[in-house]
């Protein structure tokens, strides 16, 4: 029952819809009762032992009546399923959107130990299966429960004690079909789950192809993916088994409400106690007795795997976000840039600190970088000024603001990323960097594209701005995408801006360029850039060092030398492998 009220929570706006395709499949179950009739009455006017003129009328009329009636079903029957079906997949789109939207409003974290193909087998395959719930399952139970109850109260009509003996095989179809639901679910929810594996191994598959062939692995690939293949194959198998195990079963028992008939209803017409053609209308009515009754063991089988696929949604549906927004939060606005951590812990695991008392103040217009050795926890600290993450303890205040009582999309608005890890979207060069101010002109594209030193190179491909990019840039090289992505930045400028490594995938002059564009691009903008290059972060207004979590220097360039530790050793090591190696190998450091 919980399942089914989430999805009905849905089915609200189409109610209505619900209701007439419900209204159009009783006309059907009516129309299916009336037409036995017909035939009950022209045997009983055929078999009269003196035929009149108003006998062959009657006749007549009977036909006529019943082709009012097929016509009245066939129309109902269109009405039913187009009505269902158009009402089954709008709320189908509402779950997929509400679904999607929950699952982007969720923390960062909740991505770490998620896999995207399994994320993406719960927004489309598991949802999937409500249509076959909404347009299928819960109106043919509408109905077929209408139908046993119309039928019932005709066939005692005809004859009690007969339609008596037909009730004998109803509690063993309904045991059936309870011990059907009982294992089904199960069964059917590991299916679920063996989808969303491949589904996830394929993702990573597609994604990592370049990896599969440089390391020659496709054989492994092959073989590993295969195996959940087959391991799904194994489950829905088992599924279907027992499905098709309970249908037969179901048939055979309702058979025997028909053999009973025959064996005690033709003894009674043989006695003369139940007329002709009160048993050949009982005959007829007992198909339709039995049938919504196998129906609803055959819908079961939809009915349980929709069940076992919304248990999945749900899942998700539970899911919180870790990072909330205040109930009344406050919108930065006119944000001059000072940014101020006090006294920051932080961990991704718990009992393993990432950031260990990290207290900082940068001051509006100022450049505050941020080096250390891999690991250290540089990158963390602008996932907490984002909100990314929010700190174990401390607080993170800009412009004198405790940003947990910021709203995320003012805080996000107010702050441009240019990150090492740069993604793509599978769309044009254009669209890319719109991406940092959707209502951008093309003339502030192009603005932005040359200030990155991207525009000359844009030019030359194939399609300049409208040039599709492929899935996560795969059509440009390391250093094209950067700057795509500086552009990007650019356009959005933001008071706040994070370089995280921003310049590490292109060349040495091209560096150069790209830094004479963003020392414009900074100008009365608070700058915070983790850079592996030191020569990049000499004119930083502060530069804090980084070691174990902790900040362990700080000071401009020239006073951190002085204190000849950690960035002084640094700056030393980067100086001699300047002296050996060429640009090129230089990119790889």
Request: proline letters at 3%; charged letters at 20%; a negative charge.
């Amino acid at each position: 029952m919980k399942e089914l009220k989430v999805l009905m929570r849905f089915a609200k706006p189409y109610a209505w819809f619900l209701v007439l395709a419900t209204i159009s499949m009783i006309a059907v179950t009516a129309m299916n009762l009336v037409a036995p009739l017909m035939i009950r009455n022209l045997i009983s006017t055929v078999t009269e032992e003196i035929l009149t003129e108003e006998s062959f009328k009657k006749v007549s009329l009977l036909a006529l009546i019943t082709i009012i009636v097929y016509l009245v079903r066939a129309i109902s029957q269109f009405g039913s399923n187009y009505v269902s079906h158009y009402a089954a997949w709008k709320i189908l789109e509402n779950i997929r959107q509400h679904l999607y939207d929950h699952i982007q409003n969720l923390s960062l974290r909740y991505f770490q130990d998620k896999q995207t193909g399994d994320l993406m087998s719960r927004v489309i395959n598991d949802t999937r299966n409500f249509e076959h719930l909404l347009a299928h399952a819960i109106p043919t139970i509408v109905v077929n429960g209408i139908m046993i109850i119309g039928v019932s109260a005709i066939l005692f009509s005809i004859n009690v004690s007969l339609t008596l003996y037909t009730l004998i095989p109803i509690p063993i179809l309904i045991w059936i079909v309870l011990k059907f639901n009982k294992i089904s679910r199960v069964r059917f929810k590991e299916a679920q789950v063996k989808i969303g594996e491949v589904n996830s191994i394929l993702q990573d598959n597609f994604s990592g192809i370049k990896e599969i062939k440089a390391f020659t692995h496709e054989d492994y690939e092959s073989k590993r993916t295969g195996k959940s293949i087959s391991e799904h194959t194994t489950a829905i198998l088992k599924a279907v088994r027992l499905s098709n195990a309970v249908h037969p079963g179901i048939g055979f028992v309702s058979s025997i409400g028909t053999v009973i008939v025959i064996f005690f209803g033709g003894r009674l017409a043989l006695t003369g106690i139940l007329p002709l053609e009160d048993l050949v209308a009982f005959l007829l009515y007992l198909s339709s007795f039995y049938q919504p009754i196998m129906s609803l063991g055959n819908i079961y089988e939809g009915l349980q795997q929709a069940l076992a696929s919304a248990e999945r949604v749900l899942e998700v549906l539970a899911e919180e976000p870790e990072v909330k927004e205040d109930p009344n939060p406050i919108e930065l606005k006119e944000v001059k840039g000072k940014i101020e951590f006090r006294n920051i812990d932080f961990h991704y695991v718990d009992n393993i600190p990432v950031l260990k008392d990290i207290s900082f103040k940068v001051n509006p217009g100022e450049t505050l970088a941020i080096v250390g050795p891999t690991g250290v926890g540089k990158t963390t600290i602008t996932s907490l000024i984002l909100r990314f993450f929010d700190p174990i303890s401390g607080n993170i205040l800009i412009d004198d603001i405790d940003i947990k009582k910021v709203s995320l999309s003012s805080l996000r608005r107010n702050i441009s990323l240019v990150s090492q890890d740069v993604f793509l979207f599978n769309g044009t060069v254009k669209e890319n960097i719109l991406y940092g101010r959707l209502d951008a002109t093309d003339e502030e594209v192009i603005a932005a594209a040359k200030a990155a030193n991207a525009h000359d190179f844009i030019l030359e491909l194939p399609d300049g701005y409208n040039t599709k990019v492929g899935e996560r840039g795969v059509k440009l090289s390391g250093g094209q995408k950067q700057r795509i992505s500086i552009a990007r930045a650019i356009l959005k400028n933001a008071p706040i801006l994070i370089l995280d490594e921003a310049t590490s995938s292109v060349d040495t002059q091209t560096e150069k360029q790209i830094q004479d564009a963003l020392n414009k691009l900074k100008e009365n903008k608070t700058t915070i850039v983790i850079a592996h290059r030191l020569s990049t972060i000499q004119d930083a207004d502060q530069i804090i060092v980084m070691k174990d979590g902790y900040i362990i220097e700080r000071g401009t360039h020239e006073e951190l030398l002085e204190l000849n530790g950690l960035y002084s050793e640094l700056c030393k090591a980067q100086d001699t492998l300047q002296k050996h190696l060429s640009d090129e190998e230089l990119l790889y450091i």
